[in-house]
C-alpha cells in the first residue's frame, strides 16, 4: 500500500475520515477541522460534481493532510483523481481492470472486497491491505474474525455502517489497521460550517486504540 519508507495508511490513524463534500467552499476548512482534531487523512468520495476539485483543494492549500479519492469506480475515474492531487485511492470493488488502473497510477490503493474470493483475488495481484465494504452488511467483526485464521497476511480497513459504538470492535481485531467512518463530518454539521464539533469528534476518534 505505501513504500517500505513512508507508514501504510492502515497504520496513520485509527478512523480514516470519508468526506462527501457537496460545496467547494467546504472543502478545505473540513480539513483543517481533521487535522486539528488529529486525524491528518481524509477520502473524499467521488460521488459530487465538486468531488475533484476538493480533492484537488486540499490538496494545495492543506498540505499537512494525506488526501485520497474514494468510491473510484473505474480506471479513469483513478487517473483523474491522481491528477487532481490525490495521493491514495480507495474503491467499494475489485474488478481486474480496476485494479490494473489504480495500480498504473502510482498512488497508493485500497481495493474493496467483502468474500473470502475477493480477498484472494486481490492478494494474487500482490496487493495485501484493502477495503473491506460493506462491513456491517457483509458479515462485520464475526466475518474479519473468521478470515484472519485462514488468510492472516490480507489486512483491512472496514468501512460502510462503522460507528463510534462498533470502531473499538473492529481495531481490536488483529487483521484490522484501521476503519473508515463517516460520522466524523456529518452533512448537517458541514452545512452549517461548525468545524469546532467536527473537530472535537476528530479528536474522540484519533483516540481509538487499535489491536
Known amino acids: ?13 485509527p478512523v480514516v475520515p470519508v468526506v462527501v463534500v457537496h ?3 467546504d472543502a478545505v476548512p473540513v480539513a483543517r477541522a481533521l487535522v486539528a482534531g488529529g486525524l491528518p487523512v481524509v477520502e473524499l468520495t467521488l460521488r459530487t460534481p465538486v468531488a475533484l476539485e476538493a480533492v484537488r483543494a486540499i490538496a ?5 493532510i494525506l488526501v485520497g479519492a474514494g468510491t473510484v469506480l473505474t480506471a ?3 487517473h483523474e483523481a491522481r491528477d487532481a492531487g490525490a495521493q491514495f485511492l480507495v474503491s467499494p470493488g475489485a474488478t481486474p481492470s480496476l485494479l490494473a488502473g489504480m495500480a498504473d497510477t502510482g498512488l497508493p490503493y485500497l481495493p474493496g472486497t467483502s468474500t473470502v474470493s475477493e480477498v484472494l483475488a486481490v492478494l494474487e495481484t500482490g496487493v495485501r491491505e484493502m477495503k473491506f465494504f460493506p462491513a456491517e452488511a457483509s458479515g ?14 490480507a489486512r483491512f480497513c472496514p468501512t460502510g455502517g462503522i460507528t463510534p459504538a462498533n470502531a473499538a470492535d473492529y481495531l481490536a481485531l488483529p487483521n484490522v489497521g484501521c476503519v ?8 448537517d454539521l458541514v452545512a452549517a460550517g461548525e468545524w469546532g464539533r467536527i473537530e472535537r469528534l476528530a479528536a474522540e476518534a484519533s483516540g481509538l486504540v487499535t489491536a
Do not use: K
Not at 494545495?60 to 499537512?64: D, G, L, T, W
Not at 462485520?140 to 497476511?153: D, E, H, N, R
Not at 473508515?180 to 452533512?187: A, E, F, H, Q, Y
Open 140 to 153: 462485520g467483526t464475526g466475518f474479519l474474525s473468521s478470515l484472519a485464521g485462514p488468510v492472516p497476511q
Open 76 to 78: 479513469g475515474q483513478a
Open 180 to 187: 473508515g467512518g463517516s460520522w466524523l463530518t456529518p452533512r
Open 60 to 64: 494545495a492549500e492543506v498540505p499537512e
Open 23 to 25: 460545496d467547494l467552499a
Open 1 to 13: 500500500m505505501s513504500s517500505p519508507s513512508e507508514p501504510s495508511l492502515l497504520d496513520r490513524v
